[in-house]
C-alpha cells in the first residue's frame, strides 16, 4: 500500500461482517506491506486512518 502522509497511520481489514480481523499501525513511511495471506476467501475492506482523514478500499480475496 502507498499512500501520502507525514502522520502515522492506522490499517484495519474488515470482513462483511463488519469485523477487525487484522491491523497495523505503521509511521511516517510512505509505503507498507500488509500480509494478508491468512484471510479466507471474500470481499474485506481496508481502512486507512490518520489524525485527520479515514479512507477505504475495497478489495477481493480469491484463494
Known amino acids: 500500500v502507498e499512500y501520502n502522509s507525514q ?21 511516517n513511511t510512505k509505503n507498507t506491506t500488509i500480509d494478508v495471506s491468512s484471510l479466507t476467501k471474500g470481499l ?3 481502512q486507512m486512518t490518520t489524525d485527520s482523514k479515514t479512507t477505504s478500499l475495497k478489495f477481493t480475496m480469491n484463494k
Do not use: A
Open 44 to 46: 474485506y475492506f481496508l
Open 7 to 27: 502522520t502515522p497511520v492506522q490499517f484495519d481489514v474488515i470482513n462483511m461482517l463488519g469485523e477487525n480481523v487484522l491491523s497495523q499501525n505503521t509511521n
